[in-house]
């Protein structure tokens, strides 16, 4: 079994900063890919920002040059900082990541962190 938790969110006034934190843990062999994605209110959820277990990185273009993902030294956790929050950002965030566990390969998701920025 594995679990991924996330953890950071809050209520954050526009201009702020928040970052959050992801811990996978479990029967995990090795993790590929995790990326951080959001659901707002009424949206479909969508991708924020992905990193490879080489380090590549991508992001959305609304949120590029103002969040950063990184990855920890036991690379099971994964983080993302968040700078210059608008109001737009206000969203359910969810961590996920693709693991080869003790048994098979599968994609996990966390069970979200609220994230709400006030104008």
Not at 24 to 47: C, D, F, H, Y
Not at 61 to 89: E, H, W
């Amino acid at each position: 079994q594995v679990e991924l938790v996330e953890s950071g969110g809050g209520l954050v006034q526009a201009g702020g900063s928040l970052r959050l934190s992801c811990a996978a843990s479990g029967s995990i062999v090795s993790i590929n890919a995790m990326t951080w994605n959001r659901q707002a209110p009424g949206k479909q959820r969508e991708l924020v920002a992905g990193i490879t277990t080489g380090g590549t990185t991508n992001y959305a273009d609304s949120v590029k040059g103002r969040f950063t993902i990184s990855r920890g030294n036991a690379k099971n956790t994964v983080y993302l900082q968040m700078n210059n929050l608008k109001p737009d950002d206000t969203a359910v965030y969810y961590c996920n990541a693709d693991v080869y566990s003790s048994t098979h390969r599968g994609d996990y998701w966390g069970q979200g962190t609220q994230v709400t920025v006030s104008s």
